[in-house]
Structure formats: structure tokens, C-alpha cells
T-cell receptor, first 115, second 111 residues
């Protein structure tokens, strides 16, 4: 039990549609990151938010966007879905000032299938 | 060159044997090193982290770090069928919190 919950767990979308994935972190976890894991690959860093501001981004196009809210919840939004967006999307949170290693907690992920 | 490289496997070992999983990384500034276990259809679960050169042991698991060679490994002693999973190596830079993962090594432990 990591205290990080994600929803929905599975969803199917059509190419061109938009999707919003949600994550709820533990109280005090001011940093949240999102990762995309395609089948057979390791997770790829999408972006990171700290106190509601984006403070790091991976090699993903602008149609991937996010929000972080004061209640330690966050969202990942993907516009104009493409078939290659089909993946497991992982939310990870950590407390501010925590040792950056052992205190990164992953949620169970959201499986997105784009058809 | 990938930032973090792992042999995708599968690595097959008999039950009770030692499984050795290896990982190399390209950024000499990397400071923190992690091993995650991922069962099929599940999210990654942190099993070991190491920051300093040398060995770190936790139960049946030993992580080894050699920063000069940019190499990190995970040894699993007395391997069990329940250890069968994909093992992901990940590194972070200086206090960024961004994890850079390898593609993972699939371990199969045969009874």
C-alpha cells in the first residue's frame, strides 16, 4: 500500500479523443510525477509538478499536460490521442525534502488503450 | 546510447540459485540508484536503493554499485518462483527526483 491511488484503472479511447487520468497522493507529498510505460519498455518520465507548478518535463509533446491541486491530487491530460499513446500511465509522489530515493511511491497505474 | 541499459532477458535460473541482474548508466552525475520489481500487469515496486559505492544487503537481495564503471547490479539469493518478474533499474540525478529507467530484465525462476 503506497498511499497513491489512480483512476480509472483501465479505459479505452478512440484515436483523436482526449483523456484525463487522475492521481491522489498522500498528505504532504508535494511532488508528483507522471510516467508512461509502453508494453515491454521501462517507464518514461513525462513531467513533474511541485506545489502546482510544472518543474520538469520529459520528451513528450505539448498535448500531454498536467495539473496539480492543493489537496495533493493531480491530473494527466492527453489530447488528440494516437495509437502509440496506448500504455500504462503511472503516477509517483514523494514528500518535499524526502530522500529522493526510498520515498518515491507509485500508484497502481491506469491502463489506456487507444483504438 | 540509452541512458540506462539492461539486458531484456529472459534470465532463467533454477529455484534456490543466485540470480544476477545487471545495469549500466551513461550519466556520471547520477546519484541515486534503484531496483524495482514489476509483476505482469502491476506497477513497479521498489525493492532496493543504493547511493554509495559498494554493496547493500536487504534479506535475500544485494545491490552493488560501482560508480567508476557506471554499473549497478542486483543479486537475488535463494531465488524463488515468486521472484519471477521484470526487474527495472532506475537512476536519478542530483535531487531532481526524475527517475530514468532501463527497459527491464525478465527473470524466470523455475521450480
Amino acid at each position: 500500500e503506497t498511499g497513491v491511488t489512480q483512476s480509472p484503472t483501465h479505459l479505452i479511447k478512440t484515436r483523436g479523443q482526449q483523456v484525463t487520468l487522475r492521481c491522489s497522493s498522500q498528505s504532504g507529498h508535494n511532488t508528483v510525477s507522471w510516467y508512461q510505460q509502453a508494453l515491454g519498455q521501462g517507464p518514461q518520465f513525462i513531467f513533474q509538478y511541485y506545489r502546482e507548478e510544472e518543474n520538469g518535463r520529459g520528451n513528450f509533446p505539448p498535448r500531454f499536460s498536467g495539473l496539480q491541486f492543493p489537496n495533493y491530487s493531480s491530473e494527466l491530460n492527453v489530447n488528440a490521442l494516437e495509437l502509440d499513446d496506448s500504455a500504462l500511465y503511472l503516477c509517483a509522489s514523494r514528500p518535499t525534502g524526502g530522500n529522493s530515493g526510498n520515498t518515491i511511491y507509485f500508484g497502481e497505474g491506469s491502463w489506456l488503450t487507444v483504438v | 546510447q540509452k541512458e540506462v541499459e539492461q539486458n531484456s532477458g529472459p534470465l532463467s535460473v533454477p529455484e534456490g540459485a543466485i540470480a544476477s541482474l545487471n545495469c549500466t548508466y551513461s550519466d556520471r552525475g547520477s546519484q541515486s540508484f534503484f531496483w524495482y520489481r514489476q509483476y505482469s500487469g502491476k506497477s513497479p515496486e521498489l525493492i532496493m536503493f543504493i547511493y554509495s559505492n559498494g554493496d547493500k544487503e536487504d534479506g535475500r537481495f544485494t545491490a552493488q554499485l560501482n560508480k567508476a564503471s557506471q554499473y549497478v547490479s542486483l543479486l537475488i539469493r535463494d531465488s524463488q518462483p515468486s521472484d519471477s518478474a521484470t526487474y527495472l533499474c532506475a537512476v536519478t540525478g542530483s535531487n531532481t527526483g526524475k527517475l530514468i529507467f532501463g527497459q527491464g530484465t525478465t527473470l524466470q525462476v523455475k521450480p
